[in-house]
């Protein structure tokens, strides 16, 4: 493969990754069927995956993969013996949309609407018809845009799994003609906890990728921040809503300074905090305290919240207030247990009372077995080892680290770290 043609695949990648939600949104709309939707797109992919190398990257990746696509649409609605009324109809529109597409551009996509594409179709996969399991994968495999295999590794469950429930999910929201719209207010509350929960795990996934060549996709998170801003929008008396917001808005507002010019990542400790984004943070805060005023108590969201607002606010690290994050960390423990929850209540307690009081709480959680074969684990056991002075051990579990992380750019910082170690 020429270095062009790698070049024109790695475009057709990187629009995909951006575009791929949008795309099957749009095609869902105009069909009227979620699975077609997106054999449709996969089908368009396939056609920029040969001819992009060949002829070079569209001015519009994004309206050439959706035009393809809607063509493909119109001749499979050709080829069928039998065409119903409303199937005529799709085509009818479907042939005006590519005709007015041939002679003028797309109208431009208003990110800020309420009423989208890419929120109707987060909502039709968060349907209560689907189990909870089935509604995190369809959601983070369609609109996240992440492989089965990264959603099995998230929810450390076998790939088949993933794949049973995606495929099963498709079935049954084709099988119940599943519409393809934001619920009606009084029904919004059967599918927020759902839709609440794949838009931050989505965002997980921007901010720290679990593999691939880049620290973070901010691509994915700011699709996850702009579907939060919208849904706290449209629930505006729902506090984990803001809270969610809230938490986003905090985390995304370290963006600039989380990596280099070459796209290694910057720690941390290591942060420029002129760089963080001090208008969002105060967004972040406001969003936050919009949760608390409406007056339920915090829940998971708002408690992660306030532990991104005390590293928000804090000058530098030496001068975060841990004791209270510690304190957060266990509140968050009491209200939604979790071992990645327990691992960074660790650090914490390494920070406000030193290595040896955050090994111990390591220690104790890896005795369960929780995160085993994760690479967190062991990062920060190293990391820990190595400031007690225990330099062998502490190299050890930072190779063992870099052997389990699926991601590139981790994998160099934490095999750096063992070389000065």
């Not at 475009?11 to 749009?26: F, L, P």
């Not at 969610?244 to 905090?273: C, K, M, T, Y």
């Not at 207030?321 to 929850?341: G, H, N, T």
Request: aromatic share 4%.
């Amino acid at each position: 493969m020429t270095d062009s043609a790698a070049a024109a695949r790695r475009r057709v990648e990187a629009v995909w990754r951006i575009e791929s939600a949008r795309i099957v949104a749009t095609l869902t709309r105009v069909v009227g069927d979620f699975g077609l939707a997106e054999d449709l797109a996969q089908e368009a992919l396939v056609d920029a995956l040969a001819q992009w190398p060949r002829d070079g990257v569209p001015p519009n990746p994004g309206a050439w993969l959706t035009t393809v696509a809607k063509r493909k649409a119109i001749d499979r609605r050709r080829r069928l013996a039998r065409l119903d009324d409303r199937h005529a109809a799709i085509a009818r529109a479907l042939a005006e949309e590519q005709r007015l597409a041939a002679t003028e551009h797309e109208p431009p996509w208003d990110p800020g609407t309420v009423d989208d594409d890419v929120l109707r179709l987060v909502f039709v996969a968060c349907h209560p018809i689907l189990p909870r399991e089935s509604q995190i994968a369809l959601t983070l495999r369609v609109v996240g845009g992440l492989t089965t295999d990264e959603i099995a590794r998230a929810f450390m469950v076998p790939v088949s799994t993933v794949q049973q429930r995606v495929v099963r999910a498709k079935r049954t929201i084709a099988a119940a003609s599943v519409p393809f719209e934001v619920p009606p207010r009084e029904e919004l509350g059967g599918r927020l906890a759902s839709v609440l929960q794949v838009v931050y795990l989505i965002f997980n996934e921007g901010y720290a990728a679990t593999s691939g060549t880049s620290w973070m996709r901010t691509d994915l998170a700011g699709e996850a921040l702009r579907l939060a801003r919208t849904v706290s929008a449209l629930v505006p008396d729902e506090p984990d809503a803001h809270a969610l917001l809230a938490l986003l808005e905090l985390q995304a507002s370290r963006f600039a300074a989380r990596i280099d010019a070459d796209g290694e990542p910057i720690l941390l400790a290591d942060q420029d905090r002129s760089r963080w984004d001090h208008g969002q943070i105060q967004r972040g805060r406001a969003a936050l305290a919009r949760a608390d005023a409406i007056g339920r108590g915090r829940g998971a969201y708002a408690l992660q919240a306030a532990i991104a607002e005390c590293h928000a606010v804090a000058p530098s690290t030496d001068e975060t207030d841990w004791d209270r994050i510690v304190r957060l960390y266990e509140a968050l423990a009491d209200v939604a247990p979790s071992p990645v929850a327990d691992l960074n209540r660790a650090v914490a307690v390494a920070m406000a009372g030193g290595p040896a009081a955050g090994l111990a709480a390591v220690d104790e959680l890896a005795a369960t077995g929780a995160l085993s074969g994760s690479a967190l684990l062991p990062g920060v056991r190293g990391e820990l080892l190595a400031r007690l002075g225990r330099r062998d051990e502490a190299r050890e579990e930072l190779l063992t680290a870099a052997a389990l992380t699926r991601n590139e750019r981790e994998r160099a910082v934490l095999l750096r770290k063992a070389e000065r170690t």
